[in-house]
């Protein structure tokens, strides 16, 4: 991971939250065993009301994790107005 050092301890950080929050829904303790829809689902609802610049950020963590997965998985930030 390249970056700066808080940069990649923000990413480090939101993978520990979208880990949890997956395993708490689904008890899937690691990555590897996450499909596209369990992601999509924590894409799609717990980010649904956040501010527009935390999802933002939550969907660069998002790509991190889906390219060290060897997955071409793609999402897409919604905003709500």
């Known amino acids: 991971m390249t970056g ?4 990649r ?3 480090v950080r939101q993978a520990k939250i979208i880990q949890a929050k997956i395993a708490e829904r689904w008890q899937l303790e690691t ?8 992601v999509a689902w924590f894409v799609e609802h717990r980010l649904a009301m956040q501010c527009k610049a935390t999802r933002y950020y939550y ?3 998002v790509q991190l994790l ?3 997965l ?3 998985w793609v ?3 919604q905003t709500k107005v």
């Not at 990555?31 to 369990?38: Q, V």
């Open 4 to 7: 700066s050092h808080a940069t």
């Open 9 to 11: 301890q923000r990413h």
């Open 31 to 38: 990555p590897r065993a996450w499909r596209r829809k369990h």
């Open 59 to 61: 969907l660069l963590t």
């Open 66 to 68: 889906v390219r060290r």
């Open 70 to 72: 060897g997955k071409a």
């Open 75 to 77: 999402f897409k930030c």
